[in-house]
């Protein structure tokens, strides 16, 4: 997973974030995803949700669930999936909307950009 | 537009696929060379004439074996992976690069009348450039021009993008830790930090 290697590489110069958000494509939605997850109602089955995903998709980067009310997700509009660079407490990057501009080079480029130059 | 992606078809079908091995002076375009004389002419080719005109480089109105290996070295980089780089065509329905090129014959031809000239593709480079040139510096960068794809990918999507913009302040809100006891402030985040937001499916 681009991701996860991404965490790997600049992992030591920038802090890296995952937070767990709604599920894009529950069971019983117009699409559901292969991999039957139902839609978490509480705050504690997202949390096993998110668990069982780390586990499966073998991430080691720090991970974050949102409320069941999606206050975070709401507040940055990630739905489904998105990126943020924070930089000085402000946004220093904001990367597309998932899944078609969810573009883990472009971030990294960005991020490139702002870690303090290796003399 | 069509018709030539139609005649690809026709060549691939006929010709490439029968013909997989490339092989300079038979092989790729044999068919084509109906008097056998190693050359196929503007009257062989039963390609589009856009197409002949493309590979007869030395404009001599028939196309050497070398410009047949060009033409066959092209419509095999057009037949795998994505795209419509290359010059290459598609054929109808293959991926969405047909439709792209239809999108932009029809963007860039402004007085519609199904040709496309310089001066068509000045003006619509120029209107591009006073989108997402950002340094007003006369040209784009790759940067510049990815951001700008974006945002016009953004706004053919429907739903109004209401994300954070570039340069305003974390919001407060805050997530709990998966695992460990805790929770993150984002307003509070002073560390250089990337936030991924996603779920499982």
């Known amino acids: 997973m681009r991701l996860q290697k991404a965490y790997e590489t600049f992992g030591k110069q920038a802090n890296f974030y995952w937070v767990y958000i709604r599920e894009a494509h529950p069971l019983g939605s117009s699409r559901p995803s ?26 080691t980067i720090p991970m974050l669930v949102d409320d069941i009310d999606d206050t975070v997700s709401r507040a940055f509009d990630a739905m489904p999936d998105r990126m943020y660079i924070i930089k000085d407490g402000r946004i220093a990057y904001k990367g597309g909307r998932g899944p078609r501009e969810f573009n883990v080079a472009e971030m990294q480029t960005a991020l490139e950009k702002m870690l303090p130059k290796k003399r | 537009m069509k018709s030539i992606a139609l005649a690809v078809v026709f060549v691939s079908a006929g010709f ?36 002949f005109d493309q590979f007869d480089k030395d404009k001599n109105n028939s196309l050497s074996p070398e410009e047949r290996d060009a033409m066959r070295q092209n419509r095999t980089r057009g037949g795998s992976g994505r795209g419509n780089s290359g010059g290459s065509f598609r054929r109808p329905g293959q991926g969405q690069g047909n439709n792209m090129a239809q999108e932009l014959f029809g963007a860039v031809d402004a007085n519609k009348d199904s040709k496309l000239s310089p001066k068509e593709w000045q003006s619509y480079f120029d209107k591009i450039l006073t989108e997402a040139d950002k340094d007003k510096n006369g040209n784009l960068s790759a940067e510049e021009w990815q951001a700008w794809r974006q945002r016009r990918q953004g706004r053919s999507s429907g739903r109004p993008d209401r994300g954070l913009k570039v340069g305003v302040m974390a919001p407060d809100v805050s997530a709990e830790f998966m ?19 996603g779920s499982y499916t």
């Open chain 2, 16 to 51: 490439l696929q029968a013909q997989p091995q490339p092989n300079r002076g038979g092989g790729f375009g044999r068919q084509m060379d109906a008097n056998g004389d190693g050359k196929i002419t503007r009257e062989e080719f039963p390609g589009p004439k856009e197409m």
């Open chain 2, 179 to 197: 695992t460990q006891k805790g929770s993150l402030d984002f307003s509070k985040i002073k560390h250089l930090t990337v936030v991924i937001f």
């Open chain 1, 34 to 59: 292969p991999l039957q997850i139902e839609q978490p109602k509480t705050f504690e089955s997202r949390q096993e949700v998110a668990i069982t995903c780390s586990v499966n998709l073998k991430l």
